[in-house]
């Protein structure tokens, strides 16, 4: 079975604190990404990385950035976390597009982090 | 207007009731993800379908390329079914998702 870990379940900061967020995936996966969810709103793309030291911006980048040294583990950085990051946010992975199984591209998803920046 | 539309956002049934669960999506698409999140965030893989139908147990998948959409179906639902179930499509030829807002089933004993 696929496992993809985060740090925290659970996590509170303050304003203009530097934020990491670390998600770990066991499965060799060559893509990893980064959502945040709020209610009324789904699940939105912040970055996501298709290999070892690179990364694509997703549609909600701006406050964030990212970090992949290594095929297993891919970061989050908040450079100077505001109130409104406080959101839960996900990890999840995948095997790289293409090949002749659709299950390729099937996302496991992290427990997800609730973090609440006051 | 969102990409992929749910509907609907809330549902309410007894134990034992027929639950469908729409999916409308306006973009071209290679793949469609059905979720499953309960209470505390994890989420979990449903079914990922491009055609036809899928079951799995009590709950059933169905998609209609032509039409854009899709539904999920469970059968002789359960309490243990109350969680928040969500569409995504995968937009070829990449990986990305595109997340449908979400609909929250309560299923009452």
């Known amino acids: 079975d696929v496992k993809v870990t985060q740090s925290s379940r659970y996590l509170v900061k303050r304003t203009g604190e530097k934020v990491f967020l670390e998600c770990v995936q066991d499965?060799?996966?060559?893509?990893m990404f980064w959502y945040r969810q709020d209610p009324g709103l789904g699940l939105r793309l912040i970055y996501f990385?298709?290999?070892?030291?690179?990364?694509e911006k997703g549609d909600i980048p701006e406050g964030y950035s990212v970090s992949r040294e290594k095929k297993e583990r891919f970061s989050l950085i908040l450079e100077s976390a505001s109130t409104n990051q406080t959101s839960m946010y996900l990890c999840a992975s995948s095997l790289r597009t293409g090949g002749i199984s659709r299950k390729n591209n099937e996302q496991f998803f992290g427990p997800g982090t609730r973090l609440t920046v006051l | 207007k969102n990409e992929v539309e749910q509907s609907p956002q809330n549902l309410t049934a007894q134990e034992g009731e027929f639950i469908t669960i729409n999916c409308s999506y306006s973009v071209g698409i290679s793949a469609l993800h059905w979720l499953q999140q309960h209470p505390g965030g994890g989420i979990v893989s449903l079914f990922m379908?491009?055609?036809g139908k899928k079951k799995h147990g009590r709950l059933i998948a169905t998609i209609n390329i032509q039409e854009k959409h899709s539904s999920l179906h469970i059968t002789a639902s359960h309490p243990r079914d109350s969680a928040v179930y969500i569409c995504a499509v995968f937009r070829s030829p990449l990986s990305r998702l595109t997340f449908g807002e979400g609909t929250q089933l309560t299923v009452n004993p």
């Open positions: 499965m060799d996966h060559e893509n």
């Open positions: 990385s298709y290999d070892v030291k690179m990364k």
């Open positions: 379908l491009s055609s």
